[in-house]
């Protein structure tokens, strides 16, 4: 089935350096694709989405790209602050739900 | 506007005992979706309304959980005879229509429950 695999954390980085957050999938056709965050104490929120191909979501400085050919939508940012610590999950769409990742703990020192 | 909310926010119980889980999604939502996130297992589909039917019930984990909408608002969500293995955060979503990929999802805060 439909599956979505992301990278372990947790990551721990310091402010201002470059953030990658790998995820892949697996998928018949050509689902949606997702990067929801959940900050402390707070409700999961979607940071950013891409519907096909080449796409491109964005939001709050992070990017993802929807690469067919290798299956992936990684995440960046150039410069992470320490307010980007959270939980961050890649997903797809299939059928009216949604398939999340594990889920990778992002931790920003200051 | 009110998002979507979700009670009790934590719910401690007794192996054994049935709970409900109420969640009020954003008003005029037509949607409303149930998760499961524990450790170790990540965030799980449970199960999708559509109105008051719910078309997709695949994800429900066993028989002693069920979930109805009424009204095209509320959901409750039913687990009967809790076990430990249930112990999780319950999470609620609503969008203004279904196909996950064109209508947002709006997460509820969760629930909390554990099973002692």
Known sequence: GDSVTQMEGPVTLSEEAFLTINCTYTATGYPSLFWYVQYPGEGLQLLLKATKADDKGSNKGFEATYRKETTSF??????VQVSDSAVYFCALD????IIFGKGTRLHILP | GAG????????VTEKGKDVELRCDPISGHTALYWYRQSLGQGLEFLIYFQGN???DKSGLPSDRFSAERTGG???TLTIQRTQQEDSAVYLCASSSEGLA????QYFGPGTRLTVT
């Open chain 1, 74 to 79: 990684h995440l960046e940012k150039g410069s």
């Open chain 1, 94 to 97: 299939r059928d009216d739900k």
């Open chain 2, 4 to 11: 979507v909310s979700q009670s009790p926010s934590n719910k």
């Open chain 2, 53 to 55: 039917s719910a078309p």
């Open chain 2, 73 to 75: 608002s509320v959901s």
């Open chain 2, 101 to 104: 990929g064109a209508y947002e």
